[in-house]
């Protein structure tokens, strides 16, 4: 049943004290979906929850714990009538503390929304005021009817004030709308003008990784040209690796910086996008396209590193950004239809190609020197993982440059092997069709 309730449609509605245990019910499921989506769940749907005249529920940590967390925030909408008294309950001079949208409606069908908790708070406290003309339990039916028909009206001209800025003008009718002008404090607008400007330059915060990722951009163009200049010389990953001459160093010097940028930028943007509980991708396609070219460019290197180091086993002690950057990109790409490739990928597609390389170096060494039938095996698994590269086009032409990791395992292999070893990929490698990928 608990499934069933995450992995599909919901509304949970309640009036009055009913809907403060929908709330209550509705911040458990929340709760719920988040655990699943940390098991990489993509069949849960979050649910809203739509309550009349409800109470205030949790106090200032718990409004600032979900207004942290946008989609709690938008699952829930409070209808309350003015003259209400249930939902007035909780005022401004007590801990409770309003979250979500509040859509406060008239008797004549009038209404208007508010996310901001001052403005709620306020409106709440007008209310309080006039409940002893009407102190009864409302009957929200007609409420339900009417709020489609009727939209905000007034102007400036029933305001008499004609410069008023455009916020604090369309706040003004906004409490107008609901007839509680009068009992508004004269400080709740300026308040709310201040706030917003807090807001803008939080957003202006927002934007500076986008100005970032721009930056970061330049660096990943030098790397790109980098591998252009490389192709020659047995490939970017290898002259990379292998960079012995002054010049070859000095050129690498440059290229590690920014390296060293690109992996601080990725690791910090990642780490921040990963804490948020979010459904399927979690990065924008600017993001999600960007962050797979750095990934498919800089992770070789990170491997040439590892290995030149005399470390092995890199899968295994893969950077965490780089899984997750792999991991929401195949979402993406499993959402869309596979048509087929016909040409080869110009960067090889598994940015642990090279580890799988260096790994298959390193078996072959052990092979050669009386290993186990469990490398042997190794080396067959190996050759499928090349072998589907190649028919996928996954993997770039610039693997099978003279010079190049890859084939300097397969001449290794081939001798070791004998001229009698036969396998798939032995014919495509010795019949040298590989000269012709592209």
Not at 173 to 197: C, F, H, R, T, W
Request: glycine share 6%.
């Amino acid at each position: 049943m608990r499934n069933q309730l995450i992995d599909g449609p919901l509304i949970v509605t309640g009036q009055g004290l009913g809907g403060y245990l929908a709330i209550l019910f509705t911040l458990l499921h929340l709760h719920a979906i988040d655990v699943e989506e940390t098991k990489d769940s993509e069949t849960t749907k979050r649910p809203l929850c739509l309550t009349f005249g409800s109470p205030l529920v949790g106090d200032e940590a718990l409004q600032c714990a979900i207004s942290e967390h946008p989609q709690w925030k938008s699952s829930f909408l409070n209808v309350v009538v003015k003259t209400d008294p249930v939902a007035s309950f909780f005022k401004s001079n007590t801990p409770y503390k309003p979250f979500g949208t509040f859509l406060f409606c008239t008797e004549t069908g009038k209404h208007t929304a508010f996310e901001d908790p001052d403005a709620i708070l306020a409106v709440l406290d007008a209310m309080e005021s006039l409940h002893h003309r009407n102190p009864k339990i409302h009957d929200y039916r007609k409420e339900l009817g009417s709020i489609g028909g009727n939209v905000l009206y007034r102007g400036v001209s029933d305001m008499c004030e004609f410069n008023l800025n455009p916020f604090r003008e369309g706040i003004a009718l906004q409490i107008m709308e609901i007839g509680v002008s009068e009992y508004i404090p004269n400080d709740l607008i300026p308040k709310m003008e201040d706030k917003k400007a807090k807001m803008i330059k939080k957003k202006e915060k927002e934007y500076e990784p986008m100005k970032k990722l721009n930056v970061r951009k330049i660096n990943l163009a030098y790397m790109e040209w980098y591998m252009k200049t490389t192709r020659s010389k047995g490939g970017y990953y290898d002259f990379y690796k292998n960079a012995q001459s002054i010049d070859e160093i000095t050129r690498k010097q440059e290229i590690v910086k920014s390296q060293r940028w690109l992996n601080q930028y990725w690791k910090e943007f990642i780490e921040e996008k990963n804490r948020m509980p979010q459904k399927g991708v979690k990065l924008r396609k600017r993001w999600l396209y960007s962050g797979t070219n750095y990934r498919r460019i800089v992770e070789p290197l990170d491997i040439a590193d590892y290995y030149k180091s005399g470390k092995t086993n890199y899968i295994s002690n893969r950077p965490k950004h780089y899984e997750l950057l792999e991991k929401w990109w195949n979402y993406e790409k499993d959402q869309k239809p596979n048509g087929g490739k016909t040409k080869a990928a110009s960067l090889t597609e598994d940015s642990c190609f090279w580890a799988h390389v260096e790994e298959a170096l390193i078996s072959l060494s052990r092979l050669k020197n009386g290993g186990s039938g469990s490398v042997a095996t190794d080396m067959e698994v190996f050759e499928v993982y090349v072998l589907c590269g190649i028919k996928d086009y996954s993997v770039s032409p610039d693997v099978f440059l003279d010079g190049s990791s890859l084939m300097m395992w397969w001449r290794e292999y081939d001798t070791y092997r004998g001229s009698s070893y036969d396998s798939e990929l032995a014919r495509y490698m010795k019949d040298e069709r590989y000269k012709l990928y592209q």
